[in-house]
């Protein structure tokens, strides 16, 4: 027989371990372990020892819920380890057919993303459970998501095993890069974004940040669950307020036949206006907004009132025109 | 499947697969593979595995059983193993933070099933689910995209085609077609409607926020045999090799615009502008990224565009182009 590859013999050592753990009703001792499971036996002491931690770890990263218990109350130092069965086991989940289409929307929903991967594999899980799919869609109602920002993974380790954070960002605006070290609290998918919401440590304050803007490497402290997250912490509630609320104001814009659709969508009243242009009103509309919105539509919109706006409007179209100077070196 | 995987995600798969096969005695290999994502010869590689694997003692009744004559798999004497481990945190979180998003879809009516299998998970999963608690997605609609939701779900619903008032922002058009619904999709929080268009005969994407109005008509709305859900990335809106590209240079108080358009490249300048390369298949509508832009971004190329810019921001000024 070929003897089998390093990983393989590796998958081997663990499943017989596992099983090991999960068949004995008593706890067994590290040295009992060793005379039970085929690969330890053939092994050095020492690398015995080192194998057996390292395996311990990745059965309890895989979630494996490995006890260690005291094997005698009368001798209570030496320790054992078992599973049990009640732990290990997934509990009988009986879904009925509409909540399991759910179920299968959900886990489609990572396809494309990060979570891919473990998705796919809790589907899998409720089906050797005994469920069977159910391809039937939910009135055609399909979520996706995509968790193209780098720094994704590891900002949801630290914000699930509540772990310190530091790493580079860029601000908005001028973009300035700066060092954060932060108390991560939650992760937020919002209008096509996601936010980490966190306590600043520098700046001992809540804090937004977007993850697409986290650069380079983000580093985990050594310890987790080193604070606590605010009781009752609306993630979105700041993410939300973090995106600022900006004065309204009322105003007429001018606009030339069949454009601006944006703005007249929100308009409150369209009349005709001279030579042929509309005049649309607008109760309530950000002033910054407006000024992008009317100097976007270049030649066929105007401001007509608040007179500022008006005046707004055509500074940056003169920003537009010394930008595009002639003279200057492309 | 061709990634790598390691010996722990293998042994994950093990504990997964040895009850499911449990429960699908003399399931075919192919079948199996598929289910696990992987081919024929590392189930059977897997196999192999299994049964050289088994309780204390290692004699031949302690093993398990695993066999798959004429592509027919049997496993047998696994009790130890033969349910599946509990969800893991990932796997937890994956099903709860996607099912809270769908159950936060306005005026959904499988609410009560999405509700019935979140508790459910919740009770099963434990630790693992609560620790969900600190990832979400917000999925929200205003007024207006509810309204056009509620109809566009029940033409979905009884199959019958719709009318749209649509607003081609890029083009600053609004348009009328009539659509066959397809689905829709909540991408990274965006509403969608995939639909397959008359007017362009072909299948087209439509945001619900630049739906101005739409009916329900009486017309059979299935859509043409041609017509498939497309694979959607980040982004939904992807730019042809064929379209134009065009270099700007941008100020760093505009750099939203290499995050908020599909972009070929970025340079980034020693002052903090950036060199930003994107295709538009629409100069016009370019252009009025520009000027919206107000100076915080000049068109390095084409100088066709250039002249464009230029042109339209004189008129706009009153001045004699």
């Given amino acids: 027989m070929v003897r089998p590859s390093p990983a393989a013999a590796k998958t081997e050592r663990l499943l017989n371990l596992t099983i090991c753990l999960l068949y004995t009703r008593q706890p067994l001792s590290k040295s009992r372990i060793r005379t039970l499971v085929p690969h330890y036996a053939d092994s050095s002491d020492e690398a015995f020892d080192r194998m057996f931690e390292r395996d311990k770890d990745e059965l309890r990263e895989l979630g494996v819920p490995l006890r260690t218990e005291v094997i005698d109350a009368f001798f209570d130092d030496e320790v054992g380890y078992r599973v049990d069965q009640r732990e290990y086991r997934l509990p009988e989940i009986d879904f009925t057919p509409d909540e399991l289409a759910v179920v299968g929307l959900a886990s489609r929903a990572w396809s494309q993303a990060s979570l891919a991967g473990p998705a796919a594999q809790a589907l899998r899980k409720l089906q050797a459970a005994g469920l069977e799919r159910d391809e ?27 772990t310190p954070l530091r790493f580079t960002y860029r601000g908005g605006g001028a973009g300035v890069v700066t060092q954060r070290h932060v108390h991560p609290w939650a992760l937020t998918s919002w209008h096509g974004r996601w936010y980490l919401t966190a306590h600043d440590v520098d700046r001992d304050a809540p804090r937004v940040f977007r993850l697409d803007r986290v650069e380079g490497t983000v ?32 105003a007429r814009v001018a606009l030339r036949p069949g454009s601006g659709h944006t703005l007249r969508r929100r308009a409150s009243e369209v009349t005709p206006g001279e030579d042929g242009w509309d005049v649309v009103l607008l109760d309530e509309v950000s002033r910054s907004a407006l000024v992008a919105d009317v100097t976007g539509l270049g030649p066929a919109a105007r401001v007509l009132e608040p007179a500022e706006l008006t005046a707004a409007v055509r500074d940056r179209l003169r920003a537009v025109l010394a930008a595009h100077d002639e003279q200057e070196a492309p | 499947m061709t990634t790598y995987e390691s010996a722990t995600d293998r042994l994950g798969r093990l504990l997964t697969m040895v009850p499911w ?35 204390p003692g290692h004699m031949p009744d302690d093993l398990i059983e695993a066999s798959w004559e004429d592509g027919k798999v049997y496993v047998g004497n696994a009790d130890t193993i033969a349910h599946p481990l509990r969800l893991g945190r990932d796997e937890a979180l994956a099903l709860v933070v996607a099912l809270r998003a769908l159950a936060a879809v306005p005026g959904i009516e499988e609410h009560d099933a999405i509700d019935r299998a979140l508790a459910k998970l919740e009770s099963a999963a434990g630790d693992a689910a609560r620790d969900a608690a600190a990832v979400s997605v917000a999925v929200d609609a205003d007024g207006h995209e509810q309204e056009v939701l509620t109809t566009v779900r029940a033409g979905l619903r009884t199959h019958r085609r719709l009318h749209l008032r649509y607003l081609v922002a890029s083009r600053d058009e609004s ?27 072909d299948q087209r994407m439509f945001r619900l926020d630049r739906v101005e109005e739409v009916s329900v008509l009486d017309e059979d709305g299935t859509p043409p045999q041609q017509a498939r859900p497309r694979a959607v990335g ?49 100069p016009s509508w370019l252009v009025r990224l520009v000027w919206r832009l107000g100076g915080q971004a000049r068109v390095v190329s084409p100088p066709r565009l250039v002249e464009l810019v230029r042109d339209g921001a004189r008129r706009a000024l009153g001045d004699p182009a």
């Avoid at chain 2, 593979?33 to 309780?55: K, N, R």
């Avoid at chain 2, 505009?254 to 970025?266: I, L, Y």
């Fill in chain 2, 21 to 55: 096969l449990m429960r699908h005695q003399g399931i075919d290999l192919a079948e199996a593979a598929a289910t696990f994502g992987v081919d024929e010869a590392q189930v059977v590689d897997d196999l192999q595995l299994l049964f050289v694997c088994g309780t």
């Fill in chain 2, 234 to 282: 980040p982004g939904v809106f992807r730019p042809s090799p064929d379209d134009e590209t065009v270099r700007l240079h941008v100020q760093p108080q505009a750099a939203w615009v290499a995050e908020q358009f599909p972009v070929d490249g970025v340079e980034r300048q020693p002052d903090g502008s950036l060199l930003v390369d994107l295709r538009t298949a629409d």
């Fill in chain 1, 219 to 250: 580093t985990l402290a050594r310890a987790s669950g080193t604070y606590t997250v605010p009781a009752g912490h609306d993630a979105r509630a700041m993410i939300t307020t973090s995106q600022g609320t900006e004065e309204t104001v009322r």
């Fill in chain 1, 136 to 162: 039937a869609g939910v009135s055609g109602i399909e979520p996706l998501l995509h968790t193209t920002e780098p720094a994704f993974e590891q900002v949801r380790r630290a914000v699930l095993t509540r």
């Fill in chain 2, 175 to 201: 348009t009328e077609r009539d659509v066959d619904p397809m689905r829709v999709l909540n991408v990274d929080g965006r509403w969608y409607l995939e639909a397959w268009c008359h007017r362009a005969e």
